[in-house]
Antibody
Framework: EVQLVESGGGLVKPGGSLRLSCAAS????????MNWVRQAPGKGLEWVSS????????YYAESVKGRFTISRDNAKKSAFLQMNSLRAEDTAVYYC???????????????WGQGTQLTVSS | SYVLTQPPSVSVAPGQTARISCWGN??????VHWYQQKAGQAPVVVVF???DRPSGIPGRFSGSNSGDTATLTISRVEADDEADYYC???????????FGAGTKVTAL
C-alpha cells in the first residue's frame, strides 16, 4: 500500500522559515516525481512545486519562486519543501503527491498524503 | 498563464447525471485530470488523461475533452459523490501545473 506522510508544519511568524518533509513507503520511489500542492482555508487546490524522479527537472509556481526550494532524497524515499520568507498568504494545508517520473509529461497525481498545516501569523 | 474555469457549484438529484465543465483555451490539446476531494480529506484522482479511470473508481465517473471544454460526468449520482471536484492540466508554455478553482457537487 502506498503511503505518503507529510510532517514539519506548524505556526511561523511572517518572514520565517520552515521545512516540510514527505516520507513515502510502499512504492518504488525513484519511479515517481514528487509534487507539493497547497490549499488555503476554504479555498481550492494550488500547485506549488514539482521535482522529477532524478531531480533534474524542478518547477515552481510563480507565487513561491525564489522563496521555496523543493528537493528529494531517493535513498530515504523522502521529499522536502524548504520555505523561506513566509507570508500570511502561504497559510495552507500542504499536500505531497506522486506523479509521473518526468514532470513535463503532465501526468496526474496518483497518491496523496493527508497534508500538514502551515500557519503564518504574528 | 493558462487558466482553467469551472462553475462554482452543480446540484443534482440523486440518480441523475451531473456534468462538470472545465474551460481552457484549446484544452483539447492537453491531458486533463480530475480529482475528487471530500470534506477534510486529501484529493483522489477519479479520471486521468481526459477519460481514463483509475482502478477502484466506479464506472459512473467518465470524462471527455473537446474544443475548449473538458467535462467530468457523474452518472446515477449518489449521496457519497458530494464533494469538490477539480480539473488539472500541465501547461507546457509556462512549465506549470494548473488547477481549476473547483466545483462543489451537491446531491439534492
Amino acid at each position: 500500500e502506498v503511503q505518503l506522510v507529510e510532517s514539519g508544519g506548524g505556526l511561523v511568524k511572517p518572514g520565517g522559515s520552515l521545512r516540510l518533509s514527505c516520507a513515502a513507503s510502499g512504492i518504488s520511489f525513484t519511479r515517481y516525481s514528487m509534487n507539493w500542492v497547497r490549499q488555503a482555508p476554504g479555498k481550492g487546490l494550488e500547485w506549488v512545486s514539482s521535482i522529477s524522479s532524478s531531480s533534474d527537472y524542478i518547477y515552481y509556481a510563480e507565487s513561491v519562486k525564489g522563496r521555496f526550494t523543493i528537493s528529494r532524497d531517493n535513498a530515504k524515499k523522502s521529499a522536502f519543501l524548504q520555505m523561506n520568507s513566509l507570508r500570511a498568504e502561504d497559510t495552507a494545508v500542504y499536500y505531497c503527491a506522486t506523479g509521473g517520473a518526468a514532470v513535463w509529461s503532465g501526468d496526474y497525481f496518483d497518491s496523496w498524503g493527508q497534508g500538514t498545516q502551515l500557519t503564518v501569523s504574528s | 498563464s493558462y487558466v482553467l474555469t469551472q462553475p462554482p457549484s452543480v446540484s443534482v438529484a440523486p440518480g441523475q447525471t451531473a456534468r462538470i465543465s472545465c474551460w481552457g483555451n484549446n484544452i483539447r490539446l492537453k491531458r486533463v485530470h480530475w480529482y475528487q476531494q471530500k470534506a477534510g480529506q486529501a484529493p483522489v484522482v477519479v479520471v486521468f488523461d481526459n477519460s481514463d479511470r483509475p482502478s477502484g473508481i466506479p464506472g459512473r465517473f467518465s470524462g471527455s475533452n473537446s474544443g475548449d471544454t473538458a467535462t467530468l460526468t457523474i452518472s446515477r449520482v449518489e449521496a457519497d459523490d458530494e464533494a469538490d471536484y477539480y480539473c488539472q492540466v500541465w501547461d507546457s508554455s509556462s512549465d506549470h501545473y494548473v488547477f481549476g478553482a473547483g466545483t462543489k457537487v451537491t446531491a439534492l
